[in-house]
């Protein structure tokens, strides 16, 4: 039985990781979003600085495991399908990266939706859809992505890239994930990971606590943002432990592939 004094008791504050710093679960969106309001407008640019290039690669991985189907042009003389276009949901990709690639890989019969909970993002992402007349292919959504705007089982596949060691509760967004998925989708998660060559995670220290806050410096005039940045990757999970997580989401036949000396993983899991 629980005492009166018990019930006007304080809760104990729940604490998360911002970096290598502990904070109060619910104070580390904002830090989040303070973070990328500062880098939105040079955020993919700094993406190609920091990884020499590879990101792309790394993404074009992603995108061929999604593998839209590739809508065939039609004759003049063929109605026009009324198939459902291939739908996908791309959490935290604010700037569009991901889905441009997809749309772009697939065609005509590939949507996409991306959401993100920073609009500052999403403000870069827009102008570059409009740019690229993607406007009507691509819907930008500001939204968390542990408790998505959206209805159940309405994509084919789920991506995120880079993101998800981002969200206070990645067990809530990887449930989120699974809810808004049909039967028989995809669930994608590009993330950092543990460098596993000997003699190359020293030399990945030294240039991730080093090189990268000075690059952030001078690229955005915030080295603090590319340094939690850094600190964050080292505080996610290993990709094991990941796996673990997804599975407890309701992930199905999870796997990942490690790239790059283990610099990065590819987390694949379905809804089945």
């Known amino acids: 039985m629980v005492s009166a004094d018990e019930k006007t008791m304080p809760r104990a504050r729940e604490h998360t990781d911002f970096g290598f710093r502990q904070v109060p679960l619910e104070h580390k969106q904002a830090l989040v979003d303070d973070v990328f309001h500062s880098v939105a407008s040079r955020y993919d640019l700094m993406n190609d600085l920091m990884s020499g290039g590879l990101h792309r690669a790394w993404k074009d991985a992603l995108v061929t495991a999604v593998n839209p189907p590739r809508a065939r042009p039609a004759a003049a003389h063929e109605v026009k399908a009324s ?4 739908a996908l949901l791309d959490l935290a990709g604010g700037t569009g990266d991901i889905a441009f690639r997809v749309v772009e890989a697939g065609g005509s019969g590939t949507r996409a939706t991306v959401v993100d909970i920073n609009a500052d993002m999403l403000a870069v992402g827009r102008a570059r859809a409009a740019e690229r007349g993607l406007d009507d292919a691509i819907a930008f959504v500001e939204g968390n992505a542990e408790a998505l705007p959206l209805p159940d089982r309405g994509y084919d596949a789920v991506t995120i890239a880079f993101g998800i060691r981002n969200v206070p509760r990645i067990a809530a967004a990887l449930s989120e994930a699974y ?3 049909r039967i028989g989708g995809r669930f994608l998660c590009l993330e950092f990971s543990t460098v596993d060559v000997p ?5 990945y220290d030294l240039y991730s606590f080093n090189l990268i806050p000075a690059l952030g410096r001078a690229v955005t005039d915030d080295a603090e943002a590319y340094r ?3 600190e964050s990757i080292r505080r996610f999970p290993r990709p094991d432990a990941f796996a673990d997580m997804m599975r ?3 992930f199905a036949r999870v796997s990942f592939q490690r790239m790059s000396g283990g610099i990065v993983a590819l987390h694949s899991g379905w809804r089945l």
Do not use: D, N
């Not at 003699?199 to 030399?203: F, S």
């Open 83 to 86: 198939a459902r276009p291939f």
């Open 228 to 230: 939690y940045l850094v």
């Open 248 to 250: 407890a989401a309701g």
């Open 179 to 181: 809810r808004v998925l």
């Open 199 to 203: 003699g190359l995670a020293a030399l």
